[in-house]
């Protein structure tokens, strides 16, 4: 009986982990499944944003006025990022940053709005795109804006180092210049020389 017993105990055991594999399996799929679909969403949003966009109507023009704001806020974000990974002090603009995207996400929620309102009804307020257009016209500047100054800040560090590497570089050519490399040749000639004319010298008396 304990032979069967012991047998019995080993087949539960490796079922048990058998289980415990599948169901980590199950899970892995589940999650990579909820990443792919999560990813393919973006994607579809981001194909049906450019169809849209590429509406000559009103209702175009709001799309890619939220494209334009997507595109500059996100650039805009990645040179703050790249800013930030390189030790550059940078104050207050982070948060500044974070403050326009707010805004941003709230301003491509009302032009996308109107632009589903423009395709479902001929009656639509036109002066609201005016104003959304202006209210994303100054979106995009600041963030134009901000690029540029981060721009000419690393242009001003990166001319530090520039004009550094010049300087060593004339100081070297400079030294080379005023320092002639000798031909090993000619210092075998003057050797030898300096040897015959030793020889030839009569020897002083003792």
């Known amino acids: 009986m304990a032979?069967?017993?012991?047998?019995?105990a080993i087949v539960m055991v490796i079922?048990?982990?058998l289980l415990?594999?599948?169901a980590a399996g199950v899970y892995l799929l589940v999650k990579a499944g909820k990443k792919a679909t999560k990813k393919a969403r973006k994607v579809t949003k981001r194909v049906v944003s450019h169809v849209a966009a590429m509406d000559p109507g009103e209702a175009g023009e709001a799309e890619r006025l939220r494209l334009d704001l997507r595109r500059e806020v996100s650039i805009t974000r990645q040179a703050v990022d790249a800013a930030l990974r390189?030790?550059?002090?940078?104050?207050?603009?982070p948060q500044l940053v974070a403050e326009i995207?707010?805004?941003?996400e709230q301003l491509d929620a009302q032009l996308g709005m109107y632009a589903q309102q423009t395709r479902v009804s001929a009656y639509v307020d036109h002066a609201s795109l005016a104003r959304l257009r202006e209210h994303q016209a100054k979106l995009t500047t600041a963030c134009a804006r901000i690029r540029a100054d981060l721009?000419?800040?690393q242009m001003a560090h990166s001319a530090t180092g520039i004009e550094e590497i010049q300087g060593r570089t004339d100081l070297e050519i400079e030294a080379r210049r005023q320092a002639p490399v000798l031909d090993?040749?000619?210092?075998?000639?003057e050797l030898y020389r300096r040897t015959m004319i030793d020889r030839a010298r009569p020897e002083e008396p003792r």
Not at 3 to 8: K, M, Q, R, S, V
Not at 101 to 104: E, P, Q
Not at 184 to 189: G, Y
């Open 3 to 8: 032979p069967i017993g012991e047998f019995l």
């Open 184 to 189: 090993p040749l000619d210092q075998i000639d």
């Open 151 to 153: 721009l000419n800040d």
């Open 86 to 93: 390189d030790g550059w002090g940078l104050g207050e603009l």
């Open 101 to 104: 995207a707010a805004h941003a």
């Open 15 to 17: 079922l048990l982990f």
């Open 20 to 22: 415990l594999l599948g």
